[in-house]
Protein backbone atom coordinates (compact mmCIF):
# COMPACT_ATOMS: atom_id res chain seq x y z
CA UNK A 1 0.00 0.00 0.00
CA UNK A 2 2.14 3.28 -1.10
CA UNK A 3 2.23 6.46 1.33
CA UNK A 4 -0.67 8.58 1.29
CA UNK A 5 0.35 12.02 -0.19
CA UNK A 6 -0.69 14.53 -2.83
CA UNK A 7 -0.52 15.43 -6.52
CA UNK A 8 1.47 18.50 -7.31
CA UNK A 9 0.40 20.45 -10.38
CA UNK A 10 3.00 19.61 -12.23
CA UNK A 11 2.32 16.30 -11.80
CA UNK A 12 4.90 14.79 -8.88
CA UNK A 13 3.26 12.79 -6.22
CA UNK A 14 4.68 13.89 -2.75
CA UNK A 15 4.38 11.94 0.09
CA UNK A 16 3.15 13.81 3.51
CA UNK A 17 6.71 12.57 5.16
CA UNK A 18 8.69 13.83 2.52
CA UNK A 19 6.40 17.35 2.10
CA UNK A 20 8.65 19.43 4.50
CA UNK A 21 12.19 18.99 2.73
CA UNK A 22 10.58 19.35 -0.73
CA UNK A 23 8.77 22.49 -0.01
CA UNK A 24 11.54 23.85 1.21
CA UNK A 25 10.89 24.12 5.34
CA UNK A 26 13.38 22.99 8.10
CA UNK A 27 12.45 19.77 9.86
CA UNK A 28 11.90 21.12 13.43
CA UNK A 29 9.74 23.78 11.97
CA UNK A 30 7.65 22.10 9.48
CA UNK A 31 3.99 20.57 9.82
CA UNK A 32 2.00 18.04 7.63
CA UNK A 33 -0.01 18.90 5.11
CA UNK A 34 -2.78 17.04 6.80
CA UNK A 35 -2.72 19.95 9.96
CA UNK A 36 -3.40 23.74 10.40
CA UNK A 37 -0.81 25.86 10.08
CA UNK A 38 -2.98 29.39 10.42
CA UNK A 39 -4.18 29.02 14.03
CA UNK A 40 -5.51 31.12 16.23
CA UNK A 41 -3.15 30.33 18.75
CA UNK A 42 -0.40 31.19 16.24
CA UNK A 43 -2.22 34.19 14.86
CA UNK A 44 -0.74 37.94 15.44
CA UNK A 45 -4.58 39.49 16.07
CA UNK A 46 -5.77 36.90 18.82
CA UNK A 47 -5.87 38.21 22.21
CA UNK A 48 -7.92 35.30 24.32
CA UNK A 49 -4.28 34.40 25.48
CA UNK A 50 -5.17 30.92 24.64
CA UNK A 51 -8.16 31.07 27.32
CA UNK A 52 -11.31 32.22 25.43
CA UNK A 53 -12.42 34.26 22.54
CA UNK A 54 -13.85 37.50 22.62
CA UNK A 55 -16.48 38.88 20.05
CA UNK A 56 -15.19 40.16 17.12
CA UNK A 57 -18.72 42.30 16.76
CA UNK A 58 -17.76 46.21 16.10
CA UNK A 59 -20.01 47.90 18.08
CA UNK A 60 -20.18 45.70 21.47
CA UNK A 61 -16.21 46.03 21.27
CA UNK A 62 -16.43 50.03 20.97
CA UNK A 63 -19.47 49.59 23.35
CA UNK A 64 -17.02 47.71 25.69
CA UNK A 65 -21.39 45.89 26.38
CA UNK A 66 -22.12 42.72 25.96
CA UNK A 67 -25.09 42.00 23.73
CA UNK A 68 -27.78 43.12 26.36
CA UNK A 69 -27.48 46.11 24.33
CA UNK A 70 -28.74 44.55 21.40
CA UNK A 71 -31.83 43.15 23.48
CA UNK A 72 -32.62 47.02 24.36
CA UNK A 73 -33.20 47.75 20.67
CA UNK A 74 -36.16 45.75 20.76
CA UNK A 75 -38.18 48.58 22.55
CA UNK A 76 -38.28 50.80 19.18
CA UNK A 77 -41.82 49.88 17.83
CA UNK A 78 -40.53 49.46 14.16
CA UNK A 79 -37.53 47.56 15.01
CA UNK A 80 -39.82 45.25 17.38
CA UNK A 81 -42.61 45.10 14.17
CA UNK A 82 -39.65 44.03 11.98
CA UNK A 83 -38.35 41.42 14.24
CA UNK A 84 -42.19 40.23 14.59
CA UNK A 85 -42.85 39.96 11.11
CA UNK A 86 -39.77 38.03 10.19
CA UNK A 87 -40.37 35.57 12.71
CA UNK A 88 -43.90 35.09 11.71
CA UNK A 89 -43.16 34.43 8.23
CA UNK A 90 -41.03 31.55 9.37
CA UNK A 91 -43.81 30.03 12.32
CA UNK A 92 -46.30 30.40 9.20
CA UNK A 93 -44.23 27.80 7.13
CA UNK A 94 -45.54 24.58 7.28
CA UNK A 95 -43.20 21.24 8.53
CA UNK A 96 -43.22 17.63 7.99
CA UNK A 97 -40.52 14.97 9.08
CA UNK A 98 -39.09 13.16 6.22
CA UNK A 99 -38.40 9.63 6.62
CA UNK A 100 -35.50 9.60 4.01
CA UNK A 101 -32.72 6.42 4.96
CA UNK A 102 -33.75 6.37 8.71
CA UNK A 103 -35.87 3.21 10.14
CA UNK A 104 -39.61 3.47 10.12
CA UNK A 105 -39.26 3.26 14.27
CA UNK A 106 -36.80 6.41 14.19
CA UNK A 107 -38.94 8.63 12.33
CA UNK A 108 -41.96 7.78 14.65
CA UNK A 109 -39.65 8.94 17.34
CA UNK A 110 -38.55 11.84 15.87
CA UNK A 111 -42.38 12.92 14.78
CA UNK A 112 -43.31 12.56 18.24
CA UNK A 113 -40.84 14.05 19.74
CA UNK A 114 -41.50 17.35 17.34
CA UNK A 115 -45.17 17.59 18.26
CA UNK A 116 -44.75 17.15 21.90
CA UNK A 117 -42.64 20.59 21.73
CA UNK A 118 -43.96 23.40 21.23
CA UNK A 119 -42.19 24.11 18.12
CA UNK A 120 -43.35 27.55 17.38
CA UNK A 121 -41.86 28.84 20.63
CA UNK A 122 -38.65 26.93 19.67
CA UNK A 123 -38.63 28.23 16.27
CA UNK A 124 -39.02 31.82 17.41
CA UNK A 125 -35.85 31.31 19.99
CA UNK A 126 -33.60 29.37 17.43
CA UNK A 127 -34.37 32.89 15.13
CA UNK A 128 -32.86 34.91 18.01
CA UNK A 129 -29.46 33.83 16.42
CA UNK A 130 -30.37 35.80 13.44
CA UNK A 131 -30.53 39.20 15.80
CA UNK A 132 -27.50 38.69 18.41
CA UNK A 133 -25.44 35.81 16.27
CA UNK A 134 -25.71 32.65 18.00
CA UNK A 135 -28.39 32.00 20.26
CA UNK A 136 -27.62 28.41 22.83
CA UNK A 137 -30.59 26.33 23.65
CA UNK A 138 -30.61 23.85 26.42
CA UNK A 139 -32.06 20.27 26.13
CA UNK A 140 -33.45 18.48 29.20
CA UNK A 141 -33.50 15.08 28.80
CA UNK A 142 -35.71 12.17 30.17
CA UNK A 143 -34.23 9.26 31.09
CA UNK A 144 -37.36 5.65 31.09
CA UNK A 145 -36.08 2.91 33.07
CA UNK A 146 -34.95 0.81 29.95
CA UNK A 147 -35.53 3.05 27.10
CA UNK A 148 -33.14 5.66 25.56
CA UNK A 149 -33.56 8.89 26.40
CA UNK A 150 -35.86 11.30 24.84
CA UNK A 151 -36.20 14.94 24.58
CA UNK A 152 -38.67 16.52 27.54
CA UNK A 153 -38.43 20.31 27.03
CA UNK A 154 -35.80 22.74 25.14
CA UNK A 155 -35.35 26.18 26.43
CA UNK A 156 -33.24 28.95 24.72
CA UNK A 157 -30.46 30.71 27.35
CA UNK A 158 -29.11 34.23 27.07
CA UNK A 159 -26.39 34.50 25.09
CA UNK A 160 -24.15 36.42 26.93
CA UNK A 161 -24.35 34.07 29.74
CA UNK A 162 -21.74 31.66 27.02
CA UNK A 163 -17.99 31.65 25.37
CA UNK A 164 -16.41 30.08 22.74
CA UNK A 165 -12.76 28.86 24.12
CA UNK A 166 -10.09 28.56 21.61
CA UNK A 167 -11.38 25.55 20.01
CA UNK A 168 -14.53 27.23 19.53
CA UNK A 169 -16.00 25.23 22.19
CA UNK A 170 -19.17 26.62 23.97
CA UNK A 171 -18.53 27.14 27.46
CA UNK A 172 -20.73 28.40 30.40
CA UNK A 173 -19.88 31.48 32.00
CA UNK A 174 -20.57 30.55 35.33
CA UNK A 175 -20.41 32.20 39.00
CA UNK A 176 -17.67 28.96 40.03
CA UNK A 177 -15.67 29.87 36.28
CA UNK A 178 -16.38 33.29 35.34
CA UNK A 179 -13.59 33.79 33.46
CA UNK A 180 -12.46 31.25 31.55
CA UNK A 181 -16.22 28.94 31.72
CA UNK A 182 -17.08 25.92 32.09
CA UNK A 183 -16.99 23.21 29.40
CA UNK A 184 -20.80 21.89 28.24
CA UNK A 185 -21.43 18.23 27.82
CA UNK A 186 -22.07 16.89 24.13
CA UNK A 187 -25.79 16.66 23.40
CA UNK A 188 -27.06 19.24 25.81
CA UNK A 189 -26.42 22.17 23.86
CA UNK A 190 -28.38 23.20 20.53
CA UNK A 191 -26.67 26.06 19.13
CA UNK A 192 -27.86 28.16 16.75
CA UNK A 193 -25.52 30.64 14.95
CA UNK A 194 -25.73 32.96 11.50
CA UNK A 195 -23.02 32.72 9.09
CA UNK A 196 -20.56 31.99 11.84
CA UNK A 197 -16.90 31.42 10.84
CA UNK A 198 -13.41 30.43 12.10
CA UNK A 199 -12.81 34.10 12.69
CA UNK A 200 -16.00 34.45 14.44
CA UNK A 201 -18.04 31.53 16.04
CA UNK A 202 -20.25 34.13 17.36
CA UNK A 203 -21.92 34.51 14.02
CA UNK A 204 -23.32 38.15 12.75
CA UNK A 205 -25.78 39.64 14.63
CA UNK A 206 -28.22 41.74 12.35
CA UNK A 207 -29.12 44.09 15.29
CA UNK A 208 -25.60 44.94 14.77
CA UNK A 209 -26.68 47.02 11.82
CA UNK A 210 -29.16 49.01 13.63
CA UNK A 211 -27.99 50.12 16.51
CA UNK A 212 -26.80 53.24 15.09
CA UNK A 213 -30.06 54.50 12.77
CA UNK A 214 -31.98 53.23 16.00
CA UNK A 215 -29.17 55.71 18.27
CA UNK A 216 -29.67 58.54 15.67
CA UNK A 217 -33.91 58.17 15.76
CA UNK A 218 -34.37 58.33 19.56
CA UNK A 219 -31.82 61.35 19.50
CA UNK A 220 -34.04 63.02 16.67
CA UNK A 221 -36.96 61.78 17.87
CA UNK A 222 -36.50 63.96 21.18
CA UNK A 223 -34.96 66.81 19.73
CA UNK A 224 -38.19 66.80 17.20
CA UNK A 225 -40.75 66.70 20.27
CA UNK A 226 -38.58 69.62 21.59
CA UNK A 227 -39.16 71.66 18.48
CA UNK A 228 -42.71 70.88 18.45
CA UNK A 229 -43.27 72.37 21.40
CA UNK A 230 -41.43 75.17 20.74
CA UNK A 231 -43.07 76.27 17.64
CA UNK A 232 -45.93 74.01 17.22
CA UNK A 233 -48.00 76.25 19.77
CA UNK A 234 -48.15 80.35 19.52
CA UNK A 235 -45.39 82.71 21.81
CA UNK A 236 -47.07 84.46 24.49
CA UNK A 237 -45.39 88.10 24.96
CA UNK A 238 -46.15 89.82 28.05
CA UNK A 239 -45.65 93.50 28.75
CA UNK A 240 -45.47 95.91 31.09
CA UNK A 241 -44.34 99.19 32.38
CA UNK A 242 -40.33 99.90 31.83
CA UNK A 243 -40.01 100.51 35.54
CA UNK A 244 -41.87 97.32 36.56
CA UNK A 245 -39.77 95.57 39.60
CA UNK A 246 -38.64 91.82 38.83
CA UNK A 247 -41.13 90.19 41.47
CA UNK A 248 -43.77 91.39 39.37
CA UNK A 249 -42.14 90.47 35.88
CA UNK A 250 -41.78 87.02 37.14
CA UNK A 251 -45.06 86.79 38.10
CA UNK A 252 -46.52 87.68 34.71
CA UNK A 253 -43.75 85.09 33.36
CA UNK A 254 -45.76 82.17 35.47
CA UNK A 255 -48.98 83.45 34.56
CA UNK A 256 -47.55 83.21 30.83
CA UNK A 257 -46.16 79.38 31.54
CA UNK A 258 -50.02 78.78 33.13
CA UNK A 259 -51.54 80.41 29.86
CA UNK A 260 -49.98 78.23 27.66
CA UNK A 261 -51.42 74.78 29.00
CA UNK A 262 -54.84 76.15 30.87
CA UNK A 263 -55.77 79.82 28.27
CA UNK A 264 -56.63 81.35 31.37
CA UNK A 265 -54.04 84.15 33.09
CA UNK A 266 -54.85 86.95 35.64
CA UNK A 267 -52.76 90.32 34.79
CA UNK A 268 -52.65 93.55 35.75
CA UNK A 269 -54.49 96.16 34.23
CA UNK A 270 -51.45 98.41 32.88
CA UNK A 271 -49.80 94.69 31.13
CA UNK A 272 -50.69 93.36 27.86
CA UNK A 273 -50.11 89.93 26.37
CA UNK A 274 -49.62 89.43 22.60
CA UNK A 275 -50.02 85.83 20.92
CA UNK A 276 -47.15 85.68 18.38
CA UNK A 277 -47.36 82.64 15.71
CA UNK A 278 -44.22 81.25 14.66
CA UNK A 279 -43.50 81.50 11.07
CA UNK A 280 -40.86 80.04 8.74
CA UNK A 281 -40.51 77.02 10.47
CA UNK A 282 -42.18 74.14 8.85
CA UNK A 283 -38.49 73.64 6.58
CA UNK A 284 -36.91 72.86 10.14
CA UNK A 285 -39.45 70.75 11.00
CA UNK A 286 -38.84 68.44 7.75
CA UNK A 287 -35.19 67.76 8.23
CA UNK A 288 -35.96 66.10 11.47
CA UNK A 289 -38.46 63.96 9.45
CA UNK A 290 -36.16 63.06 7.28
CA UNK A 291 -33.71 61.86 9.56
CA UNK A 292 -36.67 59.37 11.30
CA UNK A 293 -37.53 58.34 7.40
CA UNK A 294 -34.01 57.50 6.71
CA UNK A 295 -33.74 55.34 10.00
CA UNK A 296 -36.78 53.88 9.95
CA UNK A 297 -35.42 52.93 6.20
CA UNK A 298 -32.12 51.80 7.32
CA UNK A 299 -33.47 49.06 9.96
CA UNK A 300 -36.21 47.97 7.83
CA UNK A 301 -33.42 47.05 5.11
CA UNK A 302 -31.48 45.70 8.07
CA UNK A 303 -34.28 43.37 9.48
CA UNK A 304 -36.40 42.72 6.13
CA UNK A 305 -34.05 43.14 3.32
CA UNK A 306 -36.15 46.27 1.57
CA UNK A 307 -37.92 49.03 3.13
CA UNK A 308 -40.47 49.30 0.31
CA UNK A 309 -43.14 46.93 2.47
CA UNK A 310 -42.97 49.06 5.52
CA UNK A 311 -43.61 52.93 4.03
CA UNK A 312 -46.59 54.33 3.53
CA UNK A 313 -45.54 56.29 0.02
CA UNK A 314 -44.56 53.19 -1.60
CA UNK A 315 -45.86 51.86 -4.88
CA UNK A 316 -47.42 48.75 -4.82
CA UNK A 317 -45.03 47.37 -7.26
CA UNK A 318 -42.43 48.14 -5.07
CA UNK A 319 -43.69 46.84 -2.05
CA UNK A 320 -44.54 43.62 -4.33
CA UNK A 321 -40.74 43.70 -5.25
CA UNK A 322 -39.65 44.14 -1.60
CA UNK A 323 -41.66 41.08 -0.57
CA UNK A 324 -39.58 39.09 -3.04
CA UNK A 325 -36.62 39.94 -0.77
CA UNK A 326 -38.30 39.13 2.32
CA UNK A 327 -38.60 36.02 0.89
CA UNK A 328 -35.34 35.20 0.44
CA UNK A 329 -34.75 36.23 3.91
CA UNK A 330 -37.23 33.89 5.11
CA UNK A 331 -35.80 31.26 3.33
CA UNK A 332 -32.71 32.10 4.97
CA UNK A 333 -33.91 31.94 8.22
CA UNK A 334 -36.15 28.66 7.90
CA UNK A 335 -32.56 26.72 6.61
CA UNK A 336 -30.90 27.84 9.98
CA UNK A 337 -33.72 26.21 11.92
CA UNK A 338 -33.70 23.45 9.77
CA UNK A 339 -30.17 23.17 10.19
CA UNK A 340 -30.40 23.29 13.89
CA UNK A 341 -32.79 20.38 14.32
CA UNK A 342 -31.79 17.89 11.58
CA UNK A 343 -27.72 18.32 12.16
CA UNK A 344 -28.28 19.06 15.66
CA UNK A 345 -31.43 17.27 17.52
CA UNK A 346 -32.75 14.57 15.39
CA UNK A 347 -28.86 13.63 14.88
CA UNK A 348 -28.13 13.05 18.74
CA UNK A 349 -31.97 11.40 18.84
CA UNK A 350 -30.40 8.65 16.45
CA UNK A 351 -27.52 8.69 18.11
CA UNK A 352 -29.00 7.82 21.03
CA UNK A 353 -31.36 5.32 20.30
CA UNK A 354 -29.57 3.40 17.20
CA UNK A 355 -25.96 4.65 17.55
CA UNK A 356 -23.67 7.07 16.04
CA UNK A 357 -23.92 6.91 12.12
CA UNK A 358 -27.49 5.71 11.28
CA UNK A 359 -29.39 7.58 8.89
CA UNK A 360 -31.91 10.07 10.40
CA UNK A 361 -34.47 11.33 9.83
CA UNK A 362 -34.99 14.88 8.05
CA UNK A 363 -36.84 18.31 9.01
CA UNK A 364 -38.35 19.85 6.65
CA UNK A 365 -40.38 23.56 6.34
CA UNK A 366 -41.94 24.41 2.96
CA UNK A 367 -45.07 27.17 2.16
CA UNK A 368 -48.54 26.07 1.61
CA UNK A 369 -49.26 28.18 -1.66
CA UNK A 370 -52.85 29.31 -2.59
CA UNK A 371 -53.88 29.39 -5.40
CA UNK A 372 -53.63 32.21 -7.38
CA UNK A 373 -54.83 33.67 -10.00
CA UNK A 374 -51.58 33.69 -12.33
CA UNK A 375 -50.98 30.10 -11.34
CA UNK A 376 -54.74 29.24 -12.21
CA UNK A 377 -54.30 31.07 -15.64
CA UNK A 378 -50.53 29.42 -15.87
CA UNK A 379 -52.43 25.93 -15.41
CA UNK A 380 -55.08 26.67 -18.33
CA UNK A 381 -52.47 27.67 -20.46
CA UNK A 382 -50.06 24.33 -19.51
CA UNK A 383 -53.13 22.38 -19.45
CA UNK A 384 -53.86 23.61 -23.50
CA UNK A 385 -49.97 23.19 -24.62
CA UNK A 386 -50.37 19.99 -23.22
CA UNK A 387 -53.09 18.92 -24.69
CA UNK A 388 -52.24 20.13 -27.89
CA UNK A 389 -48.99 17.90 -27.81
CA UNK A 390 -46.37 20.70 -28.97
CA UNK A 391 -43.47 20.01 -26.08
CA UNK A 392 -42.43 17.01 -24.71
CA UNK A 393 -43.85 15.54 -20.94
CA UNK A 394 -39.77 16.15 -20.24
CA UNK A 395 -39.73 19.81 -21.37
CA UNK A 396 -42.46 20.31 -18.97
CA UNK A 397 -41.39 18.84 -15.95
CA UNK A 398 -37.79 20.32 -16.15
CA UNK A 399 -39.25 23.81 -16.71
CA UNK A 400 -42.11 23.65 -14.40
CA UNK A 401 -40.95 21.65 -11.91
CA UNK A 402 -43.96 18.81 -12.12
CA UNK A 403 -43.64 16.02 -11.15
CA UNK A 404 -44.78 12.23 -12.33
CA UNK A 405 -48.18 11.96 -12.87
CA UNK A 406 -48.61 15.33 -12.83
CA UNK A 407 -48.99 14.92 -16.74
CA UNK A 408 -51.63 12.61 -18.81
CA UNK A 409 -50.27 9.34 -20.32
CA UNK A 410 -49.93 10.02 -23.92
CA UNK A 411 -50.43 6.27 -25.48
CA UNK A 412 -48.97 5.44 -28.83
CA UNK A 413 -50.89 5.59 -31.88
CA UNK A 414 -49.82 3.60 -35.33
CA UNK A 415 -49.18 5.75 -38.21
CA UNK A 416 -52.41 6.38 -40.33
CA UNK A 417 -52.69 5.99 -44.31
CA UNK A 418 -53.35 9.56 -46.15
CA UNK A 419 -55.08 10.21 -48.87
CA UNK A 420 -54.71 13.71 -50.65
CA UNK A 421 -55.96 16.04 -53.05
CA UNK A 422 -54.65 19.41 -54.68
CA UNK A 423 -55.97 22.81 -53.32
CA UNK A 424 -55.24 25.94 -52.43
CA UNK A 425 -53.68 25.74 -48.66
CA UNK A 426 -52.22 29.18 -48.39
CA UNK A 427 -48.97 28.68 -45.70
CA UNK A 428 -49.26 25.22 -45.51
CA UNK A 429 -49.27 24.31 -49.23
CA UNK A 430 -45.20 23.61 -49.29
CA UNK A 431 -45.91 21.19 -46.46
CA UNK A 432 -48.41 18.99 -48.08
CA UNK A 433 -47.82 15.27 -49.36
CA UNK A 434 -48.44 14.74 -52.90
CA UNK A 435 -52.05 13.86 -54.19
CA UNK A 436 -53.04 9.86 -54.44
CA UNK A 437 -50.30 8.99 -52.28
CA UNK A 438 -50.84 6.38 -49.13
CA UNK A 439 -48.82 6.22 -46.26
CA UNK A 440 -47.33 2.72 -45.62
CA UNK A 441 -49.31 1.07 -42.49
CA UNK A 442 -45.68 -0.15 -41.15
CA UNK A 443 -42.51 1.88 -42.49
CA UNK A 444 -39.31 1.47 -41.09
CA UNK A 445 -37.42 3.49 -43.54
CA UNK A 446 -34.47 6.43 -42.15
CA UNK A 447 -36.76 9.21 -43.71
CA UNK A 448 -38.86 8.28 -40.98
CA UNK A 449 -37.14 9.30 -37.80
CA UNK A 450 -38.13 12.72 -37.98
CA UNK A 451 -42.04 11.54 -38.10
CA UNK A 452 -41.66 8.56 -35.63
CA UNK A 453 -39.25 10.77 -33.02
CA UNK A 454 -43.06 13.12 -32.97
CA UNK A 455 -45.01 13.06 -29.49
CA UNK A 456 -47.78 10.18 -29.64
CA UNK A 457 -49.93 13.56 -29.05
CA UNK A 458 -49.87 14.45 -32.62
CA UNK A 459 -51.30 11.19 -33.65
CA UNK A 460 -53.24 9.84 -30.67
CA UNK A 461 -55.60 13.00 -29.08
CA UNK A 462 -55.49 16.00 -31.48
CA UNK A 463 -57.25 19.33 -30.23
CA UNK A 464 -60.54 20.62 -30.14
CA UNK A 465 -60.19 22.12 -33.08
CA UNK A 466 -58.57 19.18 -34.85
CA UNK A 467 -61.06 16.90 -33.53
CA UNK A 468 -63.12 14.90 -36.31
CA UNK A 469 -60.76 14.58 -38.53
CA UNK A 470 -60.20 11.40 -40.41
CA UNK A 471 -57.26 10.03 -41.77
CA UNK A 472 -58.04 10.84 -45.30
CA UNK A 473 -59.38 14.29 -44.79
CA UNK A 474 -55.36 15.81 -44.00
CA UNK A 475 -56.28 17.49 -47.17
CA UNK A 476 -59.60 19.25 -45.93
CA UNK A 477 -58.37 19.64 -42.48
CA UNK A 478 -54.90 21.34 -43.13
CA UNK A 479 -57.59 24.03 -45.96
CA UNK A 480 -59.94 24.66 -42.96
CA UNK A 481 -56.97 25.65 -40.73
CA UNK A 482 -55.94 28.15 -44.06
CA UNK A 483 -59.17 29.58 -44.36
CA UNK A 484 -59.01 30.53 -40.28
CA UNK A 485 -55.93 32.90 -41.10
CA UNK A 486 -58.08 36.21 -41.53
CA UNK A 487 -56.92 38.48 -43.98
CA UNK A 488 -55.83 40.92 -40.37
CA UNK A 489 -53.54 38.10 -39.34
CA UNK A 490 -52.63 36.13 -41.98
CA UNK A 491 -49.28 38.26 -42.11
CA UNK A 492 -48.30 37.43 -38.41
CA UNK A 493 -48.89 34.04 -39.39
CA UNK A 494 -47.12 33.62 -42.32
CA UNK A 495 -44.55 35.38 -40.62
CA UNK A 496 -44.12 32.55 -38.16
CA UNK A 497 -44.60 29.73 -40.60
CA UNK A 498 -41.90 31.30 -42.78
CA UNK A 499 -39.91 31.20 -39.63
CA UNK A 500 -41.07 27.55 -38.86
CA UNK A 501 -40.28 26.34 -42.34
CA UNK A 502 -36.40 27.48 -41.52
CA UNK A 503 -36.51 25.26 -38.48
CA UNK A 504 -38.07 22.54 -39.92
CA UNK A 505 -35.46 22.43 -42.82
CA UNK A 506 -32.72 22.49 -39.61
CA UNK A 507 -34.04 20.44 -37.48
CA UNK A 508 -33.06 16.60 -37.21
CA UNK A 509 -35.90 15.51 -34.71
CA UNK A 510 -38.73 16.67 -32.87
CA UNK A 511 -37.15 17.70 -29.95
CA UNK A 512 -34.26 19.65 -31.69
CA UNK A 513 -37.36 21.27 -33.39
CA UNK A 514 -39.51 22.49 -30.25
CA UNK A 515 -36.19 23.78 -28.59
CA UNK A 516 -35.35 25.65 -31.97
CA UNK A 517 -38.92 27.05 -31.72
CA UNK A 518 -39.03 27.88 -27.94
CA UNK A 519 -35.92 29.71 -28.45
CA UNK A 520 -36.49 31.81 -31.83
CA UNK A 521 -40.00 32.79 -30.61
CA UNK A 522 -39.23 33.81 -26.81
CA UNK A 523 -40.21 36.90 -27.17
CA UNK A 524 -43.89 35.68 -27.45
CA UNK A 525 -46.14 35.42 -24.50
CA UNK A 526 -46.99 32.00 -23.52
CA UNK A 527 -50.22 31.65 -25.24
CA UNK A 528 -49.36 32.57 -28.35
CA UNK A 529 -45.82 30.47 -28.05
CA UNK A 530 -48.50 27.55 -27.67
CA UNK A 531 -50.10 28.87 -31.16
CA UNK A 532 -46.76 29.12 -32.55
CA UNK A 533 -45.77 25.38 -31.36
CA UNK A 534 -48.83 24.42 -32.71
CA UNK A 535 -48.41 25.86 -36.28
CA UNK A 536 -44.63 23.83 -36.03
CA UNK A 537 -46.72 20.59 -34.41
CA UNK A 538 -48.92 20.76 -38.33
CA UNK A 539 -46.28 21.52 -40.44
CA UNK A 540 -44.08 18.66 -38.98
CA UNK A 541 -46.56 16.60 -38.89
CA UNK A 542 -47.25 17.35 -43.09
CA UNK A 543 -43.88 17.13 -43.70
CA UNK A 544 -43.27 13.87 -42.20
CA UNK A 545 -46.54 12.53 -43.93
CA UNK A 546 -45.21 13.97 -47.14
CA UNK A 547 -41.63 12.49 -46.83
CA UNK A 548 -43.56 8.70 -46.00
CA UNK A 549 -45.33 9.39 -49.65
CA UNK A 550 -41.81 10.32 -51.27
CA UNK A 551 -40.23 7.36 -49.61
CA UNK A 552 -43.12 4.88 -50.86
CA UNK A 553 -42.34 5.60 -54.37
CA UNK A 554 -41.31 3.06 -56.49
Known amino acids: MSAPGLYLPGGDFVRFS ?23 QRGPDFVGLGMWLPNPDPILKRQGKDIAVYRELRSDAHTGGCIRRRKAAVRALEWRVERDRASARMHKVAQAVLEQLDLDALIDQML ?5 GWQPLEILWQQRPGQAPTVQHIVGKPPEWFLFDADARLRFRSREHPLHGELLPERKFLLARQEASYANPYGFADLSMCF ?28 QPRNSPQPESDRLLEQLEAMIE ?17 AGSSGNASAYELLLKFCRSEVA ?42 SQLLRWIVDLHEGEGAPAPRFV ?47 ETPLQPLQTGAQDLGPYRRFLPAAGADVPAAAQKPALAFYKTAPAALFAEPPAETSGVQPGDTEAHAARLAAQLA ?5 IVADWMRRIEQHLSAASDWQQLQQRIASAFDELPEDALVEVMHLAMTAARLAGMHDVQQEARP
Open 18 to 40: EAPRRLGASMSTARPLSAHIATR
Open 128 to 132: DATLY
Open 212 to 239: WPVTFKRGGLRYWVKFAEKYGSPWAVGK
Open 262 to 278: DAVAVIPDDASVEMIQA
Open 301 to 342: IALLGQNQSTEADSTRASATAGLDVATDIRDGDKRLVEGVIN
Open 365 to 411: MWQDEEVSKAQAERDEILSRAIRMGGLSPEYFKRVYELEDGDLPEQP
Open 487 to 491: PAGQA
